[in-house]
């Protein structure tokens, strides 16, 4: 390939790129002109109570998160400080606003070589969690079936992909492939990470499912505070957001932005119409950012303000331990 046709594929690549960008803040642009009239009386009926609370739940599902990332860092034989681990989980998840879903995993390989951590293995260890996050997202996604299905039978269509996730995450050789495959990409590594034990593999599932839960319960409280019934609301809260934002991470825009609102749009419009499934798409999208970076700059702002409390107080203890030698001299 010559160098002006490398050229060209790269141009080519960024156009249909800032195109397919453009046409998804179109679309969204779209979808609030097209019910501005209510949307102001839509937002209101929300209420600043249910606001705060499922603003809650998208900070509390953090949590789980951050400790199913490192159960199974630790299951490779990785073995990190508590705060090491908090400034290289958070530090990387800025970067879940840029296109595709690989750039957490990188910056985590990178992260952890400036302190001494094995780049492949957190490399392969990202590559995992994206995927079992994915597939746990799956298993919660059932919840919001038996409802689609009674609305529109083709939802039944669904069930057997999203239990043949239940069945793929069972597979122990797919987290060997995941790790082989973060050693092949960094070209480091002789020998072959270590599988975590199945009870590690299974314990990351589980706090990866409630992570889940917590994050989509955020759609259901809007939903119940828009007038939709308790259960539905909470069945195709939680597993109805779960799935777009599945769709979203594996998708090639920054934060999943568009695939992300359609699919949820698609669920939740069984529920709700008009400025109401417009309301919940806006603040499920404002919420959830808002939890993700609410809680990352307060972590990496403790983590930070710690360092410089140590860095000082070694420095006092320094000045001290030299001031006596200082008067001796003299």
Request: hydrophobic share 55%; net charge positive; proline share 4%.
């Amino acid at each position: 390939m010559t160098v002006d046709s490398s050229r060209n594929r790269r141009r080519a690549l960024k156009f249909l790129k800032a195109t397919a960008y453009s046409l998804v803040v179109v679309f969204l642009c779209w979808q609030v002109w097209s019910v501005r009239d209510g949307l102001g009386d839509s937002v209101s009926s929300v209420g600043w109570s249910a606001i705060g609370v499922a603003t809650g739940f998208t900070v509390i599902a953090q949590l789980p998160s951050f400790l199913a990332w490192r159960l199974l860092v630790a299951g490779t034989g990785v073995r990190l400080t508590l705060s090491d681990a908090a400034w290289i989980f958070f530090m990387s998840g800025a970067t879940r606003y840029l296109p595709g879903a690989i750039w957490p995993a990188v910056t985590q390989a990178a992260l952890g070589r400036r302190i001494g951590a094995s780049a492949a293995k957190l490399m392969a260890t990202g590559l995992a969690t994206v995927v079992l996050t994915a597939l746990s997202g799956g298993l919660v996604g059932l919840l919001a079936v038996p409802r689609l299905a009674a609305d529109d039978p083709t939802w039944w269509l669904m069930l057997p992909v999203l239990l043949s996730a239940g069945a793929f995450m069972l597979a122990p050789r797919l987290l060997g492939r995941l790790f082989a495959l973060g050693q092949r990409l960094l070209r480091q590594g002789e020998q072959e990470i270590a599988l975590p034990a199945r009870r590690t593999s299974m314990g990351m599932i589980a706090l990866s499912v409630l992570a889940w839960c917590c994050n989509g319960m955020h759609a259901a409280i809007i939903a119940i505070a828009l007038g939709a019934p308790v259960m539905s609301a909470v069945t195709l809260g939680v597993g109805g957001f779960t799935l777009s934002a599945v769709a979203g991470a594996l998708s090639l825009t920054p934060a999943g932005i568009g695939v992300r609102e359609v699919v949820l749009g698609l669920t939740l419009g069984v529920l709700l119409t008009g400025p109401n499934l417009v309301t919940l798409l806006l603040l499920s999208r404002v919420l959830t950012t808002l939890g993700h970076v609410g809680v990352t700059l307060g972590v990496l702002g403790l983590l930070a303000g710690n360092r410089f409390t140590k860095r000082r107080q070694s420095s006092e203890e320094q000045r001290m331990e030299e001031s006596p030698d200082a008067l001796s001299a003299s």
